[in-house]
């Protein structure tokens, strides 16, 4: 079995609304030795099936083992699975091998059949992260392994099984057995489990220690409580109060106050801030069907003075790659030069479209600076913003009634093409866009050997980049602020944050 520990990313999906509870000057009734992080929204579920990634997968992070457990660093490390690697070439078929020993939350034994019938049971369940099983047809055990095979080739299993997609999370029989509880109870085998008597579900979440965990040493807080403060200043003075621990919606605007509190300051993995034209068929926007009207709106956009408008933390981009991930292209950033007459002559006329965006990381700012330069060249963006709330953006994203929507993800290039461009089932290609070129470049990444990725890469982004499916407007950095935690980590360009390394700083 040839052992692949490729680099992972944190998935920065959206997260939304939601009140602080009232707080106080101090820390006030948090111990020092539990933990208090605050998030921008709540999960979309705590069942994993029907979870989003990001910020909001913590409450899995917590309460979940995954198979494999990506770090801060980029790198993979082990978890329920001590060993994992594809079988052969062309990236088809994937083996695991199961550690013993464990068990869930409940007390009892985490089993191979269990990994497998989690696997089946995301297989089955619709949800937001469901693009990145595309492929999977076979999951069976022998022993301590479990195969998966594929009909399409996936070269990010080791992503995939996780804990930033979800379906590394292996799920106990009793809550398999009974789904329905999954949005309400954890059932896993991680450090930490749910306790439902001290939580209020869209405020906080509270999680104790699981008295079962295979690895007690990474256990460093008697109890972990998840906030969701939706404005970041609120988040930063509640940090800076004492009442929050590590703030998880942070800005590049609030960094210096960040550091002037004393508070540990995390910048990097940057994601790229775009207008999907989703409608690249011209369903209900004729004209977006045309790529020279696509090409056009790349030209009217003047994205540095855009850039620079969003402020501290933003750099103009004109790929879905961002500098440093895998697939950038520095040759592709002259592209599409700012240029309005180009821009006209391309359009040929008028064109009006509906977009469909989100007040967080700069989206709506975005869209409203964009919109206003389409205009000076013809083009009616009619905005439509769904503020905070992230169900009712999905519900708008799957209408197909928009023609294009403002989003910032910042993913391992295959895996946003899996996921956004190729996928036919995510709500970022609501209408299911094909193209034989995107899809050949496609496959060639997907199945490319790792010594061959790279060049496959940047051989994908070329294209799309080409076929304007996009509108790439900027990049945007992640950040994190931290007071009296060690061991936070980094945000590397491949990295993801692992709240087990987590731990009280000494003389909290």
Not at 111 to 118: L, P
Not at 123 to 146: E, H, N
Request: aromatic letters at 8%; a negative charge; charged letters at 15%.
């Amino acid at each position: 079995m040839r052992i692949m520990k490729r680099a992972a990313a944190l998935v920065a999906a959206v997260v939304l609304a939601a009140a602080l509870p009232a707080c106080s000057s101090s820390r006030g009734a948090t111990a020092d030795d539990t933990l208090v992080v605050a998030l921008p929204a709540p999960p979309e579920s705590l069942n994993p099936a029907h979870n989003g990634s990001g910020a909001q997968g913590i409450v899995h992070w917590l309460s979940y083992e995954p198979l494999i457990r990506a770090k801060s660093d980029g790198s993979f490390a082990p978890a329920l699975a001590t060993e994992w690697g594809y079988v052969g070439t062309g990236n088809t078929e994937f083996a695991m091998t199961i550690r013993d020993g464990v068990d869930y939350a409940d007390g009892t034994r985490v089993e191979v059949a269990h990994v497998v019938d989690t696997i089946k049971y995301y297989l089955g369940s619709p949800g937001p992260m469901k693009p990145f099983l595309t492929g999977i047809t076979d999951v069976t055990a022998s022993g301590r392994q479990v195969t998966v095979k594929l009909s399409t080739p996936n070269p990010i299993l080791p992503y995939v099984f996780s804990q930033l997609v979800n379906w590394g999370d292996v799920i106990s029989p009793a809550g398999l057995s009974m789904p329905d509880r999954l949005t309400t109870q954890t059932f896993g085998a991680g450090p930490y489990t749910l306790d439902t008597a001290t939580t209020v579900a869209g405020d906080h979440y509270t999680f104790v220690k699981n008295a079962h965990y295979w690895n007690p040493s990474a256990q460093r807080f008697a109890k972990v409580v998840v906030r969701v403060i939706p404005d970041p200043n609120t988040a930063t003075q509640a940090l800076a109060s004492g009442q929050v621990d590590v703030n998880l919606n942070a800005t590049a605007t609030l960094a210096d106050q960040a550091r002037g509190m004393g508070a540990r300051v995390l910048e990097g993995n940057p994601g790229v801030l775009a207008l999907y034209l989703v409608d690249r068929a011209g369903e209900t926007t004729p004209a977006m069907g045309d790529v020279r009207v696509r090409q056009a709106l790349n030209h009217a956009v003047d994205r540095a003075a855009i850039a620079k408008a969003l402020g501290a933390g933003f750099s103009p981009v004109g790929q879905i790659a961002a500098d440093g991930t895998d697939g950038y292209d520095p040759a592709l950033e002259s592209r599409y030069p700012y240029d309005p007459d180009k821009a006209r002559s391309l359009l040929g006329g008028e064109v009006r479209f509906d977009l469909v965006d989100l007040l967080t990381f700069g989206m709506n700012t975005a869209s409203q600076a964009v919109s206003a330069q389409l205009a000076k060249v013809g083009v009616t963006a009619t905005i439509h913003t769904d503020g905070n709330d992230l169900n009712r953006f999905v519900a708008d994203l799957t209408s197909r009634e928009f023609a294009a929507v403002t989003f910032r993800l910042n993913t391992p290039l295959f895996a946003s093409a899996l996921f956004n461009i190729t996928g036919t089932t995510s709500p970022l290609n609501p209408f299911q866009s094909r193209d034989p070129e995107v899809e050949a470049a496609f496959h060639a990444l997907a199945s490319a050997p790792a010594e061959g990725q790279e060049a496959a890469a940047k051989a994908f982004n070329r294209v799309v980049v080409e076929k304007a499916w996009f509108l790439p407007v900027a990049t945007v950095q992640n950040y994190a602020f931290a007071k009296g935690v060690a061991n936070l980590g980094e945000f590397a360009p491949n990295g993801a944050l692992d709240v087990l390394d987590w731990a009280p700083e000494a003389g909290r």
